[in-house]
């Protein structure tokens, strides 16, 4: 079946920092990809997607390409600010039909000043 | 901007109380998806509708859980009898047909059961 693995959290980085946050994907077919953000007391919020492979999908200063050699879709952003701190969780959808969506286990990003 | 409606947004109540959740579609979306999150297990699918017709409910509790469509516009989970395990946080997201559509999240529904 379909799934998406993220990287071990949490992240603690500094204001104007570097941020990647790794994420890989096992499907059947070809996934259209998705990066949803969820801040303090929030539901989640799309960030950003890709539907084909050498997409970046990009939003707020944060990018990521489906890399489907790699079945790999990082979450990049040059420069984090105190406000991106928040819940971020990569997703994948194969189910063209319901939009259903397979979500990895998010990572929480805090970022200080 | 069009969002997901859910009530209340926290809820708090006695073990054995029936709890409803209630959520409003954005207009136009036809998939109606239940979440829960928690802290133990992250964010957990309990079920999902699509043209008000339930398509899986595999991750629900059969038992006490139930989801139903009356209408285009709510979408209802309910709980009875509620457990002190079932405090977490819940969420209705709706979206439209097509894998390259994303969902839209409520912000959720609060829930903790004493």
């Known amino acids: 079946g379909d799934s998406v693995t993220q990287m071990e959290g949490p992240v603690t980085l500094s204001e104007e920092a570097f941020l990647t946050i790794n994420c890989t994907y096992t499907a059947t077919g070809y996934p259209s990809l998705f990066w949803y953000v969820q801040y303090p007391g929030e539901g989640l919020q799309l960030l950003l997607k890709a539907t084909k492979a050498d997409d970046k999908g990009s939003n707020k200063g944060f990018e990521a390409t489906y890399r489907k050699e790699t079945t790999s879709f990082h979450l990049e952003k040059g420069s984090v600010q105190v406000s991106d701190s928040a819940v971020y969780f990569c997703a994948l959808s194969e189910d063209g039909a319901n939009s259903k969506l397979t979500f990895g286990k998010g990572i929480t990003l805090s970022v200080r000043p | 901007d069009a969002r997901v409606t859910q009530t209340p947004r926290h809820k708090v109540t006695e073990m054995g109380q029936e709890v409803t959740m209630r959520c409003q579609p954005i207009?136009?979306?036809?998939?109606v998806f239940w979440y829960r999150q928690t802290m133990m297990q992250g964010l957990e699918l309990l079920a999902y509708?699509?043209?008000?017709?339930?398509?899986?409910d595999s991750g629900m509790p059969k038992d006490r859980f139930s989801a139903e469509m009356p209408d285009a516009t709510l979408a209802t989970l309910k709980i009875q009898p509620s457990e002190p395990r079932d405090s977490a946080v819940y969420f209705c997201?709706?979206?439209?047909?097509?894998?390259?559509?994303?969902?839209?999240f409520g912000d959720g529904t609060r829930l903790s059961i004493l």
């Open positions: 207009l136009g979306h036809n998939t």
């Open positions: 997201a709706s979206g439209s047909e097509g894998r390259a559509k994303a969902q839209h």
């Open positions: 509708f699509r043209n008000r017709a339930p398509l899986d």
